[in-house]
Nanobody, 126 residues
Framework: QVQLVESGGGSVQSGGSLRLSCAAS????????MGWFRQAPGKEREGVAH???????RYADSVKGRFTISRDNAKNTLLLQMNSLKSEDTAMYYC????????????????????WGQGTQVTVSS
């Protein structure tokens, strides 16, 4: 059974940093695609960052230069380092897994991600 468990969310002031983690279990991890998505109150869920099995990364324009996605294959963990946080980054953050990597060309298409975590809340105060 595939399980994704996020952690690392919290409250931080504008300009601060947080690091989110997503522990994955239940499938072979290193060759898949994984992503971070977020959903703010009253808004649709949106893609934030994506990484494939080769380590290639892609980011939403709103977070480029501030967020970094990475993976620790030894620990089966997906990471999201978030720096220079802004109030508009406030949202529930979800990690998602796409084992066949169908999202290779469509990084932020949710339909390609069959597995999702429960989310971790990030609140940025100005």
């Amino acid at each position: 059974q595939v399980q994704l468990v996020e952690s690392g969310g919290g409250s931080v002031q504008s300009g601060g940093s947080l690091r989110l983690s997503c522990a994955a279990s239940g499938y072979t991890y290193s060759s898949d695609c994984m992503g971070w998505f977020r959903q703010a109150p009253g808004k649709e869920r949106e893609g934030v960052a994506h990484i494939d099995g080769t380590g290639r990364t892609r980011y939403a324009d709103s977070v480029k230069g501030r967020f970094t996605i990475s993976r620790d294959n030894a620990k089966n963990t997906l990471l999201l380092q978030m720096n220079s946080l802004k109030s508009e980054d406030t949202a529930m953050y979800y990690c998602a897994a796409d084992p066949p990597c169908y999202s290779y060309y469509y990084a932020f298409t949710e339909a390609y991600f069959p597995y999702w975590g429960q989310g971790t809340q990030v609140t940025v105060s100005s």
